[in-house]
């Protein structure tokens, strides 16, 4: 079984930063190399598209619009997958979802970027 909980969504104005944090609950000691872990987001009425990933091998891969604003990062010890957003924008208004390789979801975050 694994769990994955999203926190660390709010409001912030336009140019400001939030920091997501996602924990994974699992039993299974090396589940990032199991699974690339991700951020997916969702706006609504459009469809859920990824925001930025880690693969199994470490590298990292950024949706063209986030480049040079967000931060994906993790720590394999703790099992957690931090998304780091500067200088956000009212199109980063999203719910927010932690993944391991689209096997497995947590339930969003919501962000809002609004002035």
């Known amino acids: 079984q694994v769990q994955l909980v999203e926190s660390g969504g709010g409001l912030v104005q336009p140019g400001g930063s939030l920091r997501l944090s996602c924990a994974a609950s699992t039993s299974i000691f090396s589940i990032f190399s199991i699974y690339y872990t991700g951020w997916y987001r969702q706006a609504p009425g459009k469809e859920r598209e990824l925001v930025a990933r880690i693969t199994r091998d470490g590298n990292t891969e950024y949706a063209d619009p986030v480049k040079g604003r967000f931060t994906i990062s993790r720590d394999n010890a703790k099992k957690t997958i931090d998304l780091q957003m500067n200088n956000l924008k009212p199109e980063d208004t999203a719910v927010y979802y932690c993944?391991?390789?689209?096997?497995?979801w947590g339930r969003g975050t919501q962000v809002i970027v609004s002035s």
């Open positions: 993944t391991l390789g689209r096997v497995y």
